[in-house]
């Protein structure tokens, strides 16, 4: 499959990349819209399925990066947690993080994804 011609489709690709090797404890919904905060991004838990939330104002260039930053925070996400828990910058994340950006970037992650499907 050849690498998506959208943002939406390109991020999509990303997302299921994500999710075929880096396990969460919950399911993960990816959405991609206009956001009045001038945040990239965020995570947020409703119910038992996280979401993450990419500020579509962005390029793809800087949505890549948060991509790979929230999902870390949904790696982390601990079982018990509240709904409105703020996911923290932690070791544990840290690592979650490096282990992203180290596939991502240094073994090829940004071409093998364009392997997977973007929708």
Same mark, same amino acid.
């Given at each position: 499959?050849?690498?998506?011609?959208?943002?939406? @489709?390109?991020?999509?690709?990303?997302?299921?990349?994500?999710?075929?090797?880096?396990?969460?404890?919950?399911?993960?919904?990816?959405?991609?819209?206009?956001?009045?905060?001038?945040?990239? @991004?965020?995570?947020?838990?409703?119910?038992?399925?996280?979401?993450?939330?990419?500020?579509?104002?962005?390029?793809?260039? %800087?949505?890549?990066?948060?991509?790979?930053?929230?999902?870390?925070? %949904?790696?982390?996400?601990?079982?018990? /947690?509240?709904?409105?828990?703020?996911?923290?910058?932690?070791?544990?994340? @840290?690592? /979650?993080?490096?282990?992203?950006?180290? %596939?991502?970037?240094?073994? %090829? @992650?940004?071409?093998?994804?364009?392997?997977?499907?973007?929708?």
């Amino acid at each position: 499959m050849p690498r998506s011609k959208t943002k939406r @489709g390109r991020l999509k690709q990303q997302e299921n990349w994500l999710r075929h090797y880096f396990r969460t404890p919950y399911p993960v919904n990816v959405v991609l819209r206009r956001v009045t905060e001038k945040e990239f @991004g965020s995570t947020y838990r409703k119910g038992r399925k996280l979401t993450i939330v990419l500020n579509s104002f962005y390029p793809l260039s %800087a949505l890549t990066d948060t991509l790979n930053h929230e999902w870390a925070h %949904a790696m982390v996400w601990p079982q018990a /947690a509240v709904e409105n828990y703020h996911p923290p910058h932690s070791a544990a994340w @840290g690592v /979650a993080y490096a282990t992203i950006v180290s %596939a991502w970037a240094d073994e %090829a @992650g940004v071409y093998e994804s364009r392997r997977y499907p973007d929708r």
